[in-house]
């Protein structure tokens, strides 16, 4: 196991495949041998001998998750959406039992492997429930990325406003949120949050040339035109 480590860390292809070689004509015994094996496969990018060697080795009880996981991962990379989300909802289902969450990472595939086949409502369902479930600021980004054009400011801005409430400090975030609220005539939320970050943020020149700008849409519309 070190020498594989050792020889992925200082990309020595030659002398890694010679150790997968080795190992892979090994039958595996226990749940360390098929955790490589695996592993093996994942950097050689065989999805077909993941999959294979995953639904072989079901009784391994310990690593039931790892495998169904593995599995899920391996589907969506090898173009097979469909069988993709079939396993992730097998492990959804083995997770309510336990009464756990669904895992965040498996919601953030559901949704890919659902964009994938063209089916929006079924991918902004899957990052919602992330979004719910995990407060996943990857999954806001996307819901605002898919939702974001013009007339649909109304819709964005409550994704909007709990991305600024998770990383109030990312001044893209807040510009983009204060955009959203001017876009929906809430001039006098968005000159408070301006105000707020002028106050309590360090910015750029830059920075504060577009924090002006916003800042005068908004007295202009206030009708405060000579502070404007």
């Known amino acids: ?6 020889y992925r860390t200082f990309n020595k292809s030659e002398e890694a495949n010679k150790i997968w070689r080795e190992v892979l004509k090994l039958k595996i015994k226990d749940d360390y041998d098929l955790f490589f094996v695996l592993e093996i496969y994942k ?4 999805y077909k001998k993941i999959i294979e060697t995953c639904k072989e080795n079901t009784h391994h009880e310990n690593l039931e998750f790892h495998i169904q996981y593995t599995m899920a991962f391996a589907y969506a990379d090898d173009k097979k959406y469909v069988e993709s989300n079939k396993t992730i909802q097998q492990i959804f289902q083995e997770s309510q039992k336990a009464q756990n969450p669904p895992d965040p990472e498996l919601l953030e595939l559901l949704a890919k492997n659902f964009e994938k086949l063209g089916d929006t409502k079924m991918t902004l369902g899957a990052l919602e429930t992330s979004v719910k479930l995990h407060d996943s600021t990857d999954s806001l980004r996307k819901i605002i990325k898919k939702m974001r054009k013009p007339g649909n400011s109304d819709k964005t801005l409550p994704y909007l406003k709990k991305l600024y409430k ?6 893209t975030i807040v510009i983009e949120y204060i955009s959203g609220l001017i876009a929906t005539k809430s001039y006098e939320s968005a000159l408070d949050l301006i105000v707020k970050t ?14 002006l700008l916003k800042k005068a849409t908004c007295l202009f519309h206030l009708g405060d035109t000579i502070a404007a």
């Open 1 to 6: 196991m070190f020498n594989f480590v050792f």
């Open 166 to 171: 998770l990383e109030p400090n990312n001044f």
């Open 43 to 46: 950097a050689q990018k065989n």
């Open 198 to 211: 002028e106050t309590e943020q360090e910015l750029s020149k830059d920075d504060s040339s577009v924090l």
